[in-house]
């Protein structure tokens, strides 16, 4: 394996390590699933260059935008949950009591 897919692949894996070891916060959580999008981010990028296929071309810039409005539909969700609960900790959130 080369450097360039050993390195996406372990960030990847990082984050995705990070989401299955540290949920205590809800922003933590948020930011290791925003480090694994990223990863994907650069992975098709180098691939599709790689490729040279201009077909596939638009593909990182729909995943770009499917990870924004996910950092906003979660950033928004981390906003409400600490107005109405007074923490981010996963562990305080019930959905019975929304």
């Known amino acids: ?11 990847f894996l990082l984050g995705l390590g990070g989401l299955a070891l540290h949920r205590h916060h809800l922003l933590s ?8 999008m990223l990863s994907l981010f650069i992975a098709l990028s180098l691939w599709i260059l790689q490729l040279g296929s201009i077909n596939l071309a638009s ?14 539909a979660g ?3 981390l906003v409400a949950t600490s107005r109405t609960h007074g923490t981010d900790r996963l562990q305080n959130l019930n959905l019975l009591q929304c």
């Open 59 to 72: 593909a990182p810039m729909f995943l770009l935008a499917f990870s924004a409005c996910e950092a906003s």
């Open 1 to 11: 394996m080369t450097l360039a897919p050993f390195t996406f692949s372990s960030a």
């Open 29 to 36: 959580s948020l930011l290791c699933l925003e480090g694994m």
């Open 75 to 77: 950033l928004a969700i």
